[in-house]
């Protein structure tokens, strides 16, 4: 028999808030396997392309930051590398905010199969940097830092003395978590081979970040094109060939140390002088811009007709290719498996308490969140009886 | 390949192009006619390889414009593919998404936003608009008024 599974899960951040906001999907299930997976977003759609050719140049970079409170450093960059483009200038950067969302989402990873631990440590973990965050920006999230032409603010006196000691206490901790996570035994049993994209699936569905380098696809915006100083500074780009839910959070978290070698060396190479180029006009012209966030590439397109608005403006965010993916991950896996396989490719997760199952003859709710939580939990009790 | 091959493979299609610019390195700004619209994309997808990162329509008021992205990331160009719908009344182009199946998303996007036909299109749903959203009302295009209603 067939039940129609219906889960409204949240969605995030672009223009369409695949991340922050609601997001449905059906799941087709046949006993406990999903055997197709449909997914409705738009439930909060804010029209920030449209909104977008109705503001002045500069002000965009603020409306772009908020289409996602974690990616707002890269949506603006990808913004305004297009429109420098069109005008013919340069800006500097920040690579902080890939830091506190990696550990975010170890955070979360962990809460939804049962790891409260881990989700209390690395949440813990996240907060000096969103400190950090703050002193630089005055803001915590939505830093609203990136401007046409260059920064808005330079950098305190005397930050680089204040976050080295911030930095080297992350690393620690996050390599103590690293460990305790890839050498648990309960974890290779319950994340290995959960929910695989598998790499000609991952090119097909064109999948970017930390989804396609789990799956053998080494690509990296900051690498392949480099925008602002990530040609300047010494890092990798880490990949893993399987594809699984594991493969996804090894990624993130050597990423993670990857970022705080960026930030550390950045800041010791940072050069002298101003940080922002006044910009008198905007001419007619067409540029693209794209940036590395945390969960992948954010691409921008911008069209200008030579006025003080954009004649077009496109923003696409990570999640808006790796959502479709699910398609290719889900099928075929367990119920219990399917929260943290939604989970890897990393959407938001604050709005998830309002899943439910539905029987479509009925209409009753037959699971809801709960249930489905318990389901993943147990199975990871399971497992830890087990070993 | 590097980019000058990248530039030599991308002649080879030349026939089916109107255009070719290429304003700095890593950005590249192809054009063409939307019949042709599925044989170059096709080409850039199967043949270059290059990721697919998005689509852009544009109402340009006479005719449409689909600008399809994709990015080559060997070397980190941006390939360009502007395809022109001169039929401003029933735009209509095939759709790309059989051969890249993440386009499948954007193409339904555009549908919804823009009015374009995406022909063989594997799921034509729609994605942004709710589904009691009016026929015929694109809030993408440019002579649409949210308060022409009132």
């Given at each position: 028999?067939?039940?129609?599974?219906?889960?409204?899960?949240?969605?995030?951040?672009?223009?369409?808030?695949?991340?922050?906001?609601?997001?449905?999907?059906?799941?087709?299930?046949?006993?406990?396997?999903?055997?197709?997976?449909?997914?409705?977003?738009?439930?909060?759609?804010?029209?920030?392309?449209?909104?977008?050719?109705?503001?002045?140049?500069?002000?965009?970079?603020?409306?772009?930051?908020?289409?996602?409170?974690?990616?707002?450093?890269?949506?603006?960059?990808?913004?305004?590398?297009?429109?420098?483009?069109?005008?013919?200038?340069?800006?500097?950067?920040?690579?902080?905010?890939?830091?506190?969302?990696?550990?975010?989402?170890?955070?979360?990873?962990?809460?939804?199969?049962?790891?409260?631990?881990?989700?209390?440590?690395?949440?813990?973990?996240?907060?000096?940097?969103?400190?950090?965050?703050?002193?630089?920006?005055?803001?915590?999230?939505?830093?609203?830092?990136?401007?046409?032409?260059?920064?808005?603010?330079?950098?305190?006196?005397?930050?680089?003395?204040?976050?080295?000691?911030?930095?080297?206490?992350?690393?620690?901790?996050?390599?103590?978590?690293?460990?305790?996570?890839?050498?648990?035994?309960?974890?290779?049993?319950?994340?290995?081979?959960?929910?695989?994209?598998?790499?000609?699936?991952?090119?097909?569905?064109?999948?970017?970040?930390?989804?396609?380098?789990?799956?053998?696809?080494?690509?990296?915006?900051?690498?392949?094109?480099?925008?602002?100083?990530?040609?300047?500074?010494?890092?990798?780009?880490?990949?893993?060939?399987?594809?699984?839910?594991?493969?996804?959070?090894?990624?993130?978290?050597?990423?993670?140390?990857?970022?705080?070698?960026?930030?550390?060396?950045?800041?010791?190479?940072?050069?002298?002088?101003?940080?922002?180029?006044?910009?008198?006009?905007?001419?007619?012209?067409?540029?693209?811009?794209?940036?590395?966030?945390?969960?992948?590439?954010?691409?921008?397109?911008?069209?200008?007709?030579?006025?003080?608005?954009?004649?077009?403006?496109?923003?696409?965010?990570?999640?808006?290719?790796?959502?479709?993916?699910?398609?290719?991950?889900?099928?075929?896996?367990?119920?219990?498996?399917?929260?943290?396989?939604?989970?890897?490719?990393?959407?938001?997760?604050s709005c998830t308490e309002r899943m439910g199952v539905v029987d479509?003859?009925?209409?009753?709710?037959?699971?809801?969140?709960?249930?489905?939580?318990?389901?993943?939990?147990?199975?990871?009790?399971?497992?830890?009886?087990?070993? | 390949?590097?980019?000058?091959?990248?530039?030599?493979?991308?002649?080879?299609?030349?026939?089916?192009?109107?255009?070719?610019?290429?304003?700095?390195?890593?950005?590249?700004?192809?054009?063409c006619e939307s019949e042709n619209s599925l044989p170059?994309?096709?080409?850039?997808?199967?043949?270059?390889?290059?990721?697919?990162?998005?689509?852009?329509?544009?109402?340009?008021?006479?005719?449409?414009?689909?600008?399809?992205?994709?990015?080559?990331?060997?070397?980190?160009?941006?390939?360009?593919?502007?395809?022109?719908?001169?039929?401003?009344?029933?735009?209509?182009?095939?759709?790309?998404?059989?051969?890249?199946?993440?386009?499948?998303?954007?193409?339904?996007?555009?549908?919804?936003?823009?009015?374009?036909?995406?022909?063989?299109?594997?799921?034509?749903?729609?994605?942004?608009?709710?589904?009691?959203?009016?026929?015929?009302?694109?809030?993408?295009?440019?002579?649409?008024?949210?308060?022409?209603?009132?």
């Open positions: 028999m067939k039940k129609k599974i219906k889960l409204p899960v949240l969605a995030a951040g672009p223009v369409h808030p695949l991340q922050e906001e609601m997001e449905f999907y059906q799941l087709y299930v046949d006993g406990e396997t999903v055997v197709d997976i449909d997914v409705r977003l738009s439930y909060n759609h804010r029209g920030i392309e449209r909104i977008s050719e109705t503001l002045q140049f500069d002000q965009v970079p603020f409306l772009v930051s908020r289409i996602c409170g974690i990616c707002s450093a890269s949506h603006p960059l990808a913004y305004v590398q297009a429109v420098e483009e069109i005008a013919g200038v340069t800006p500097p950067e920040r690579a902080l905010e890939r830091i506190h969302s990696h550990i975010l989402w170890v955070g979360l990873a962990g809460h939804f199969i049962g790891y409260e631990t881990v989700f209390m440590w690395a949440w813990k973990y996240r907060e000096p940097v969103l400190d950090i965050l703050e002193k630089i920006t005055g803001n915590r999230n939505n830093y609203g830092n990136v401007k046409v032409g260059g920064c808005r603010e330079d950098l305190p006196e005397g930050i680089e003395e204040e976050i080295t000691p911030i930095l080297d206490n992350i690393e620690k901790k996050m390599d103590m978590l690293t460990k305790a996570v890839l050498d648990d035994p309960i974890l290779h049993a319950r994340l290995k081979g959960v929910g695989v994209l598998k790499k000609e699936d991952a090119v097909k569905y064109a999948v970017t970040g930390p989804t396609a380098r789990a799956s053998g696809i080494p690509i990296d915006v900051r690498r392949d094109d480099p925008y602002a100083a990530y040609d300047r500074v010494d890092w990798n780009v880490c990949v893993q060939e399987e594809g699984d839910v594991f493969a996804k959070a090894v990624v993130r978290l050597l990423e993670t140390f990857e970022s705080i070698k960026i930030v550390r060396e950045a800041l010791h190479k940072l050069p002298k002088g101003p940080v922002s180029v006044d910009i008198k006009e905007i001419p007619a012209g067409e540029a693209v811009g794209h940036a590395e966030a945390p969960r992948g590439e954010t691409f921008h397109y911008v069209r200008s007709e030579g006025g003080n608005t954009p004649a077009r403006h496109k923003a696409r965010a990570p999640s808006y290719v790796n959502v479709p993916s699910f398609k290719a991950s889900c099928i075929g896996e367990k119920l219990s498996d399917v929260l943290i396989t939604l989970a890897a490719v990393d959407p938001c997760y479509p003859h009925s209409g009753e709710i037959t699971l809801g969140f709960d249930q489905l939580l318990q389901m993943s939990r147990e199975k990871t009790e399971k497992l830890r009886k087990g070993l | 390949m590097d980019s000058h091959e990248l530039v030599e493979k991308l002649n080879t299609i030349k026939a089916q192009l109107t255009g070719f610019e290429q304003p700095h390195d890593n950005r590249i700004y192809l054009s170059v994309n096709k080409f850039l997808f199967e043949e270059v390889r290059a990721r697919f990162v998005i689509a852009t329509a544009i109402d340009c008021e006479q005719y449409f414009e689909i600008l399809y992205h994709y990015s080559y990331d060997q070397t980190g160009c941006i390939i360009n593919l502007k395809c022109f719908i001169r039929d401003h009344e029933h735009p209509q182009v095939e759709s790309i998404a059989p051969v890249v199946t993440g386009a499948e998303w954007i193409e339904r996007e555009m549908h919804d936003l823009e009015g374009i036909e995406f022909n063989n299109h594997p799921c034509m749903e729609r994605l942004i608009l709710a589904d009691d959203w009016p026929e015929g009302e694109y809030p993408l295009r440019k002579d649409w008024n949210n308060e022409k209603e009132n």
